[in-house]
Structure formats: structure tokens, C-alpha cells
């Protein structure tokens, strides 16, 4: 069965300093991984995603993320927050044998950027 | 500019009542999903559909009900048996029909649906 976790439901980093947003994953087969960000009230838009390759991932807005096979975890990060990177963040998992159907989101963290 | 369009962004539904939802999507995406969002949970699939005139139930389909008659168009009927409705309500689309498909969803900006 599929799973991802996001083990904090909030992160607070002051502006200007680096930022990371955890999340870990379980699947059968090789992951296919995704971050989203939503604004309130907005849907969810893509930041960035891990399918083969590099396990350095750059995505819109100057984010990152990080693959780790071996910790099964996909962090993302970026090296000075802005106080506009205020959101909720997903990350989301598929197995690659799976459809697209079958991804399953985390169920967010909330990061707070203070100025 | 292409993208998903959900209508209302608000719903309120009376007791008893069966209320839709809009979703439209220019971008010819094959398939379409209905989310909903709760406070604290993450997304969970209500129906999802890969190509005109198919659809298949999700994680949470009960009191839920959808047509998918046009490419463009997947609309989401909560009916009376659903005795939760309230919650934000995300659709979704990609480009392919879920086979083995590494692209992104494009979200629609949600109706959030309340009861009076």
C-alpha cells in the first residue's frame, strides 16, 4: 500500500533564512513524488516532482527537493524564505505501476514565514 | 490562458437538497478527478474519470455522483445522503488517461460548500 507522511503540521522560519518541509513516503514500486503549494482559498498548484534521475529536483519559485532513496523522503527546501512562501504545502506519492489516480497527498504543512 | 474553472467558489445546500458543482477545463486533458479537502487532512479522491463517458469511484463516493459527457466538463452532484457535505471541494485534470503517467494535476481554484 501506498503512504506519505508530513510529520509537522506547521514550520515557522524567519525571512531570509533557509527552509525545509519534511515528508516521507512508502510504496511498492519506484515513486513517483510531487510537491504542491495552496494559497488560502485557491487550489492546489505545482511546485516541482521527482520521477527518475537526479535526486536534486529545482522547481518554481526558487524551491527544491531532495530525493533520498534509502530514508525514503523527499524534503523540500529552499535556501532564503521569502515572507510570500507563507502557505500550505503538499507532498504527494504514486507508485510508477500505478494510474494517476492512485496518488495520495499528505495532508499538508502549514509554513509561516515571519518578516 | 487555459485552466480548470470550478463554479460557485460558495454553496450553500439546504437539508435535503441535492446541490452540483461546476467543473470546466480547457486545457484537453483526458482526465478529470473530484477531490475533497477537510481542515488538517490532506486530499481524498471522491470520482475520477479517464475519458468521456467513464468514470470510476474513488476513496470516498458515497452521497456523491458525476456525469462526464463532454471532455471538457466533469460536474459533481453531493447529494442528500451525503450527511457531511461540508468542505472544500478541489477538481482536477491531467494530460493523460492514468496509465503510467508522470505529469502533474492542474487544480481548478475550489468550491467550498456549506449547509445552512
Known amino acids: 500500500a501506498q503512504s506519505v507522511a508530513q510529520p509537522e503540521d506547521q514550520v515557522n522560519v524567519a525571512e531570509g533564512n533557509p527552509l525545509t518541509v519534511k515528508c516521507t513516503y512508502s510504496?511498492?514500486?519506484?515513486?513517483?513524488l510531487f510537491w504542491y503549494v495552496q494559497y488560502p482559498n485557491r487550489g492546489l498548484q505545482f511546485l516541482l516532482k521527482?520521477?527518475?534521475?537526479?535526486?536534486l529536483v529545482k522547481g518554481s519559485y526558487g524551491f527544491e527537493a531532495e530525493f533520498n532513496k534509502s530514508q525514503t523522503s523527499f524534503h523540500l527546501k529552499k535556501p532564503s524564505a521569502l515572507v510570500s512562501d507563507s502557505a500550505l504545502y503538499f507532498c504527494a506519492v504514486r507508485d510508477s505501476y500505478s494510474s494517476a489516480s492512485k496518488i495520495i497527498f499528505g495532508s499538508g504543512t502549514r509554513l509561516s514565514i515571519r518578516p | 490562458d487555459g485552466g480548470i474553472t470550478q463554479s460557485p467558489k460558495y454553496l450553500f445546500r439546504k437539508e435535503g437538497q441535492n446541490v452540483t458543482l461546476s467543473c470546466e477545463q480547457n486545457l484537453n486533458h483526458d482526465a478529470m478527478y473530484w477531490y475533497r479537502q477537510d481542515p488538517g487532512q490532506g486530499l481524498r479522491l471522491i470520482y475520477y474519470s479517464q475519458i468521456v463517458n467513464d468514470f470510476q469511484k474513488g476513496d470516498i463516493a458515497e452521497g456523491y455522483s458525476v456525469s462526464r459527457e463532454k471532455k471538457e466538463s466533469f460536474p459533481l452532484t453531493v447529494t442528500s445522503a451525503q450527511k457531511n457535505p461540508t468542505a472544500f471541494y478541489l477538481c482536477?485534470?491531467?494530460?493523460?488517461?492514468?496509465?503510467?503517467?508522470?505529469?502533474?494535476?492542474?487544480f481548478g481554484d475550489g468550491t467550498r460548500l456549506s449547509i445552512l
Open positions: 521527482y520521477i527518475t534521475g537526479d535526486n
Open positions: 510504496v511498492s514500486g519506484n515513486p513517483y
Open positions: 482536477a485534470s491531467t494530460m493523460d488517461r492514468g496509465g503510467d503517467s508522470n505529469q502533474p494535476q492542474h
